[in-house]
């Protein structure tokens, strides 16, 4: 069965500054998929970051990057320069035939 | 490229009556998601759609939620009757394929309240 923790319910970060939310999976797949959503307060889920199981390099967009690490299972986003409009609710999520799973979300709120 | 769409976005039912919500994805997106989002939750997949066939709706409770994708393009998602615990956001999202490592976009959603 797959399982996706997120175990920040909450995190602040400063305007400009960079920030890390953790995210942890389990899978017996050995092929799946791990991404990263934003949803603002519209409602919204707003697509960020993919990393694959098989990638050997961390995904990078933009201001934001993913901490793959396969071993810990475990793939961390990291906002860089944050920014105001970066205040919203992020969910992990993992893939592995198809049927997504997601984890229970960090809301992030950017002070300025 | 038009995003997934949702109508209606909101809605406010009494319980024991009906509701539909309409969804049309991303052109030429042969999956199609409807997901149920209970507020401070992450999103729960009900069922998905390869083109017009069900692929999984073992989460779907079936005893008063339907969906259908005649066509292959849109879908609609259907609760007869509503409880109250049906209040939440319902997401659609489509994805090219049915894969693991397919990106799902989604739409807007559809806030339901059920007094």
């Known amino acids: 069965a797959q399982k996706i923790t997120q175990t920040q319910p909450g995190m602040f970060v400063q305007e400009k500054e960079a920030v890390t939310l953790d995210c942890t999976y389990d899978?017996?797949?050995?092929?799946?998929?791990l991404f990263w959503y934003k949803q603002p307060s519209s409602g919204e889920m707003i697509f960020l970051i993919y990393?694959?199981?098989?990638?050997?390099q961390n995904a990078t967009e933009g201001r934001y990057s993913l901490n793959f690490q396969k071993a810990r299972k475990s793939a961390n986003l990291v906002i860089s320069a944050s920014q105001l409009g970066d205040s919203a609710m992020y969910f992990c999520?993992?893939?592995?035939?198809?049927?997504?799973?997601f984890g229970a979300g960090t809301r992030l709120t950017v002070k300025p | 490229e038009a995003g997934v769409a949702q109508s209606p976005r909101y809605k406010i039912i009494e319980k024991r009556q009906s509701v539909a919500f309409w969804c049309n994805p991303i052109?030429?997106?042969?999956?199609l998601y409807w997901y149920q989002q209970i507020l401070g939750q992450g999103p729960k997949l009900l069922i998905q759609?390869?083109?017009?066939?069900?692929?999984?709706d073992s989460q779907l409770p079936k005893d008063r939620f339907s969906a259908e994708r005649l066509k292959g393009v849109d879908s609609t998602l259907k609760i007869q009757p509503a409880k109250l615990e049906d209040s939440a956001v319902y997401l659609c999202?489509?994805?090219?394929?049915?894969?693991?490592?397919?990106?799902?976009?989604f739409g807007p959603g559809t806030r339901l309240l059920v007094l």
């Open positions: 052109s030429g997106h042969a999956t």
């Open positions: 759609f390869q083109n017009n066939g069900v692929v999984d």
């Open positions: 899978t017996s797949d050995p092929s799946y998929g």
């Open positions: 999202a489509s994805s090219l394929n049915l894969a693991w490592g397919e990106t799902q976009y």
């Open positions: 990393q694959g199981s098989y990638d050997q």
């Open positions: 999520a993992m893939s592995a035939l198809g049927d997504m799973r």
